[in-house]
DNA sequence: GTCTATAGTGGGATAGAC
DNA sequence: GTCTATCCCACTATAGAC
């Protein structure tokens, strides 16, 4: 097993903090400093599971609106978009968390990688602007909840579904 | 001067890197140990810093509605509370991060002052729902600016208009 | 309240031999 | 590619004398 997947692995399993260069190493049997002959460095390995992170979700999200019927308005695919993103962070708490948490490494990407990741939502927004607005509300709603910010009692799918309507309008 | 406002100090200008209790003793004139006689310790200090965050930014939403004429309606009050929520941040990035990033230590803040910051939003939206939308749109509109998420050739500003606009309907 | 001294932990990274 | 041996860094925290 190499090394990004060992990494994903452990980000999932013990968050950010249980991710070093040491752990890494460990799990796939050598020495800390052998792992350099494989890998940059920790920037590195953090941009290659970011652009992991960036597939995978953009990939959940080109799905959400596939299955969407030819006539599906914008509200209809707003609120697929909307609850497939809450899902796939959810389901990745500690990759999400280090894909959008902080400045993103725009160099160690794949050219175009961000652009198709946000393909779906700018389409179904009907504009850039509309789609950063809803992709704010987005992340916004995510990451409170990941952080556990909102009250205990809060409704989570009524606030989702306040925004979405207000923002497919 | 006291602990918490040198942390204050060092936090805005060297970021959250640059504070540690070392910092902070070396600012006041003392060794790091001695710091310990003056706060219990570094989460200690982290919750004083998100209450003065809370005081100091629920001051900013109370003062935005409160310049408002009575006759206002839910558009103008969210519009001005979205503003002084961007600037607010955008004055106080590091602190802003700080008391926005990860879990809130509710047991070590003062009862009610988290009530008390978000009572300006949940007054001009109308509802707990639409408070909790409007909050994870503002919040994410400032944390991705903030991180540098949005293009370079982002027009902000659009976009926080097209959001508020939707959200006060 | 302050000091010196130190414990204890953790991290990223490199040199050079095999 | 892997190893051992290190280096460097930084941090929180405590003990005990003054």
Same mark, same amino acid.
């Given at each position: 097993? @190499?090394?990004?997947?060992?990494a994903?692995?452990?980000l999932?399993?013990? =968050?950010p903090? =249980?991710l070093?260069?040491?752990?890494? #190493?460990?799990?796939?049997?050598?020495?800390?400093? %052998?792992?350099?002959?494989?890998? @940059?460095g920790k920037e590195e390995l953090e941009a290659l599971l970011i652009?992991? %992170?960036?597939?995978?979700?953009?990939?959940?999200?080109?799905?959400?609106?596939?299955?969407? %019927?030819?006539?599906?308005?914008?509200?209809?695919?707003?609120?697929? /978009?909307?609850?497939?993103?809450?899902?796939?962070?959810?389901?990745?708490?500690?990759?999400?968390?280090l894909a959008?948490?902080g400045?993103?490494p725009?160099?160690r990407?794949?050219?175009?990688?961000?652009?198709?990741?946000? @393909?779906?939502?700018?389409?179904?927004?009907?504009?850039?602007?509309?789609?950063?607005?809803?992709?704010?509300?987005?992340?916004?709603?995510?990451?409170?909840? /990941?952080?556990?910010?909102?009250?205990?009692?809060?409704?989570?799918?009524?606030?989702?579904? %306040?925004? /979405?309507? #207000?923002?497919?309008?």
């Amino acid at each position: 097993m @190499e090394a990004v997947a060992v990494a994903l692995q452990i980000l999932e399993r013990d =968050g950010p903090d =249980g991710l070093t260069m040491r752990s890494i #190493a460990a799990e796939m049997g050598i020495r800390a400093p %052998s792992l350099y002959k494989h890998i @940059e460095g920790k920037e590195e390995l953090e941009a290659l599971l970011i652009a992991d %992170s960036l597939r995978r979700s953009g990939k959940a999200m080109h799905d959400a609106v596939a299955s969407l %019927s030819a006539r599906a308005g914008r509200r209809a695919a707003l609120t697929a /978009l909307g609850h497939a993103y809450r899902a796939w962070a959810l389901a990745h708490p500690h990759l999400y968390r280090l894909a959008t948490g902080g400045p993103l490494p725009r160099e160690r990407l794949p050219t175009g990688l961000e652009a198709w990741a946000a @393909e779906p939502l700018v389409r179904a927004a009907g504009s850039q602007e509309r789609a950063r607005a809803a992709w704010a509300f987005a992340h916004g709603m995510t990451i409170l909840e /990941l952080d556990g910010r909102f009250p205990p009692e809060a409704d989570l799918n009524a606030a989702w579904e %306040s925004g /979405l309507q #207000a923002l497919s309008r």
